[in-house]
């Protein structure tokens, strides 16, 4: 059960991180998914990491969430896209 205090307050800043194999087309599916749920997404609200073997890559959103519904259609076609291995 779900606290009046746990609950998020909007609007809020909320993190995203999605885990997927390097490539131009995952980032270009994975930033076409966050720009149709956070449009006025930042480029200073991005980050990318390589992991050490190069296998995979972690890129990071700080986006600006206005309410639930936003946050769950967004984990929801983000668990969806094609080359998303974890969400964060």
Known sequence: MVTEEAALRFPTDYPVKIMGRPADDFRARV??????????LSADAITERL???GNFLSISYL?????????EALVTELKACDG???LL
Request: avoid cysteine; charge should be positive.
């Open 31 to 40: 930033h076409a998914i966050m720009l149709r749920h956070a449009p006025d």
């Open 63 to 71: 986006l600006r969430a206005h309410s639930a519904s936003q946050i």
């Open 51 to 53: 992991s050490a073997n």
């Open 84 to 86: 998303v291995m974890l």
